[in-house]
């Protein structure tokens, strides 16, 4: 089993709708959880932290479900500058004090349609 | 605010030429990593470092190699290039803190693009 999933899409979607992605995760002891957004042919960036609570900014929501093992990202009246591929991240502490590693899903291609 | 920078940012290499991709921040992260990222296959770690003097295989280490000689650098030795090793490069950095909580957010350089023929 992969350790971070989700799936690729696309998800086509008609500009000004909601569109909600999943990710699993297999590792229990992850400890942090993160949406990245890569635009086509640029570096992936922090969209946002994903918290126990869940957590809210602006049009976009996060949820972390620790029983089930997913996050999900949740984007709001979307944009077409939405479009691009979201990325679930999973980290997880090693031993040996301070090293974090990340571990990236295969990321949810998004398509949003005038 | 330079962050992270990655040279080159395109590169075309033969069969079995050695080159070295370049990564710096000035962060002063302590925690820096490469990925090489596919069609299809997401991003996977090659290799990463969680400090100067150290270094460790991720992944996918074979065929390339690293150093850490300061908290800056991190550059990425291709030994012996093959068509295999054709890919997008990002070298990442994390670390410091924020407000007095450890940060946990990691950035990217804008990648290098590697085809190897």
């Known amino acids: 089993r992969k350790e971070v999933e989700q799936d690729p899409g696309p998800f086509n979607v008609p500009e000004g709708a909601t569109v909600a992605f999943n990710c699993t995760y297999s590792n229990s002891a992850s400890q942090s959880f993160f949406w990245y957004r890569q635009d086509c042919r640029k570096e992936p960036k922090l969209l946002m ?4 609570s ?5 049009r976009f929501t996060a949820q972390l479900n620790r029983a089930s093992q997913y996050i999900s990202l949740l984007i709001r009246d979307s944009k077409l500058s939405d479009s691009a591929t979201y990325l679930c991240v999973v980290k997880v502490r090693y031993s040996g004090g301070g090293a974090d590693g990340l571990t990236f899903g295969k990321g949810t291609h998004l398509i949003i349609q005038p | ?3 992270v920078t990655q040279t080159p940012k395109f590169q075309v290499l033969k069969t079995g030429q ?16 490469w990925y090489r990222q596919d069609p299809g296959m997401g991003l996977r770690l090659i290799h990463y470092s969680v400090g100067a003097g150290i270094t ?3 992944e996918v280490p074979n065929g390339y190699n ?7 650098d991190f550059p990425l030795r291709l030994l012996s290039a093959a068509p295999s090793q054709t890919s997008v490069y990002f070298c990442a950095s994390s670390g410091g803190t924020f407000r007095g909580l450890r940060n946990t957010e990691a950035f990217f350089g804008q990648g290098t ?3 190897v023929v």
């Not at chain 2, 050695?18 to 990593?33: F, G, K, P, R």
């Not at chain 2, 690293?66 to 800056?72: A, G, M, P």
């Open chain 2, 1 to 3: 605010n330079a962050g």
């Open chain 1, 49 to 52: 932290s994903v918290y126990s």
């Open chain 1, 54 to 58: 869940g957590n809210e900014d602006g």
């Open chain 2, 56 to 58: 460790d295989q991720g």
């Open chain 2, 66 to 72: 690293v150093s850490r000689s300061t908290t800056e």
């Open chain 2, 113 to 115: 693009r590697l085809t």
């Open chain 2, 18 to 33: 050695s080159m070295t991709l370049q990564c710096a921040q000035d962060m002063n992260h302590e925690y820096m990593s």
